[in-house]
């Protein structure tokens, strides 16, 4: 069974930090390149962050460079993404993706994790 999860959301003041995990079952991370998306609700999905299997090929939307890093542990076969100075804009459902590719490009993803939620607030 493939499958991916995340974990490590919740409620945080603004200015505050969360590091989110994404593991992967059923398959090796080593050949995939890694992509964090979140869903506002109401809103579109949009691409928040990527590492290719290549790890130096790093992707962040504008909105969260300088704030979010994004980084793999093949031997955990796990991806993290350290969320710091989080704003209430950052507010979502945050989703793990999988690509079988050496860089990003965030359009072609093979498998999706369920999501797990982020609420910034005071």
């Known amino acids: 069974q493939v499958q991916l999860v995340e974990s490590g959301g919740g409620l945080v003041q603004p200015g505050g930090s969360l590091r989110l995990s994404c593991a992967a079952s059923?398959?090796?991370?080593?050949?995939?390149?890694i992509a964090w998306f979140r869903q506002a609700p109401g809103k579109e999905r949009e691409g928040v962050s990527c590492i290719g299997s290549n790890v130096g090929n790093t992707y962040y939307a504008d909105s969260v460079k300088g704030r979010f890093t994004i980084s793999r542990d093949n031997a955990k076969n796990t991806v993290f993404l350290q969320m710091n100075s989080l704003k209430p804009e950052d507010t979502a459902v945050y989703y793990c993706?999988?690509?079988?590719?050496?860089?990003?490009?965030?359009?072609?993803?093979?498998?999706w994790g369920k999501g797990t939620l982020v609420t910034v607030s005071s």
């Open positions: 993706a999988a690509e079988q590719a050496l860089q990003c490009s965030m359009w072609s993803m093979d498998y």
């Open positions: 059923g398959f090796i991370l080593d050949d995939y390149a």
